[in-house]
């Protein structure tokens, strides 16, 4: 009965067995298959990578034709402003004033457009951003402290240009008396 039963195993594990013959046989269907398919894989990813390159290109030149139209709406912006002055027409005075201290400056347009004969491409954009209806500054940034530092108002008021910010003596020129 051991035979038996030895025997049957043996067959189970033969009959598991993949005949060698056929083996050899299909190997090459599946290297061919496989080489095919990598094929097909590597031309749709070449043909994925053109198309990906073109529409950046696209882009890249959309962009840049955005920032061309932007300059020149920029420059035609100035030379509205300028324009504006010139027919003294001025935006009017500034009022800047510290959160939570009440102290406020106020800047006028007109005394530094037709007192001091400045224009308006001095100050805007290097020193000051220029938005209709307001006065772009990052919260926190107009200080005394920075103008100091050459930053805003200081950049002109340093003592050498315009009188300092730092002179005591001349702060009621930007800072009216609180009431």
Known sequence: MGL?????????????????????EKAPDYVEKAKYDAEKARAN??????????AMERAERAMEKAEQARLEAKQEKAKA???????HRYPEDIAMTVPDS???AIFSHKKHTEREHLRCIECHPKVFIMKVGKNVVKKGQLTMAEMKKGKY????????????VSDIATCQRCHPKRQ
């Open 4 to 24: 038996i039963v030895m025997l049957v195993a043996c067959g189970f594990v033969f009959l598991g067995q993949p005949n060698p013959a056929q083996t050899e």
């Open 45 to 54: 990813a070449e043909k994925d990578m053109a198309e990906a390159e073109m």
């Open 81 to 87: 402003i300028e324009k504006m002055v010139e027919a």
């Open 102 to 104: 009440g102290t406020t």
């Open 153 to 164: 108002c200081g950049n002109c008021h340093n003592g050498h240009k315009a009188f300092s």
